[in-house]
T-cell receptor, first 115, second 110 residues
Framework: AQSVAQPEDQVNVAEGNPLTVKCTYSVSGNPYLFWYVQYPNRGLQFLLKYITGDNLVKGSYGFEAEFNKSQTSFHLKKPSALVSDSALYFCAVRPYLSGYNKLIFGAGTRLAVHP | DAGVIQSPRHEVTEMGQEVTLRCKPISGHDYLFWYRQTMMRGLELLIYFNNNVPIDDSGMPEDRFSAKMPNASFSTLKIQPSEPRDSAVYFC????????FGPGTRLTVL
């Protein structure tokens, strides 16, 4: 079965420190990979994506993600966290088998950045 | 562009009533998706359309759920009759190059 795993329900980090939100996937073929962020009472917002090319992709708000094919991972990173980064983060894949149409989401990781 | 528009933002209804959720996608987007978000199940894809045609409705939980897209600028998700376990936040999303989500409709079925 195709799936996305976000092993941490919550990540706590101090403001100014680097942050990492982990994501691994189990999907056949070469999927497209995404990160979305959800603020309270809002819809999901696109952060970044990986389709092909450089394993390190840069996105909105200073976030970046590193694709690792051998580990089937796509971890989200930011060098210096802000309190305003506190939100719910979702990793997602669009598998080849769906014609790259269907987004499969992980369960989400809540990021809490403390002053 | 105003983004994906959903209405109503909140809906409270009683079990057995019909509920209709509405979505206006971003102009020019040819894909439209309906999702449901709950604490227990996370984000679930219910159905998606391409050029107004339903492509995959395998995520629709029961026959009580139906979705239509009569034209490129409007879609509805209907639940009839509604049940308390349908309580969730329902998101519509549309996609051109990227997928954008609406603000969601929070449905409470008493």
């Amino acid at each position: 079965a195709q799936s996305v795993a976000q092993p941490e329900d919550q990540v706590n980090v101090a403001e100014g420190n680097p942050l990492t939100v982990k994501c691994t996937y189990s999907v056949s073929g070469n999927p497209y990979l995404f990160w979305y962020v959800q603020y309270p009472n809002r819809g999901l917002q696109f952060l970044l994506k990986y389709i092909t090319g450089d394993n390190l992709v840069k996105g909105s708000y200073g976030f970046e993600a590193e694709f690792n094919k051998s580990q089937t991972s796509f971890h989200l990173k930011k060098p210096s966290a802000l309190v305003s980064d506190s939100a719910l983060y979702f990793c997602a894949v669009r598998p080849y088998l769906s014609g790259y149409n269907k987004l499969i989401f992980g369960a989400g990781t809540r990021l809490a950045v403390h002053p | 562009d105003a983004g994906v528009i959903q209405s109503p933002r909140h809906e409270v209804t009683e079990m057995g009533q019909e509920v209709t959720l509405r979505c206006k996608p971003i102009s020019g987007h040819d894909y439209l998706f309906w999702y449901r978000q709950t604490m227990m199940r996370g984000l679930e894809l219910l159905i998606y359309f391409n050029n107004n045609v339903p492509i995959d409705d395998s995520g629709m939980p029961e026959d009580r759920f139906s979705a239509k897209m009569p034209n490129a600028s409007f879609s509805t998700l209907k639940i009839q009759p509604s049940e308390p376990r349908d309580s969730a936040v329902y998101f519509c999303a549309s996609r051109g190059d990227e997928q954008f989500f609406g603000p969601g409709t929070r449905l409470t079925v008493l």
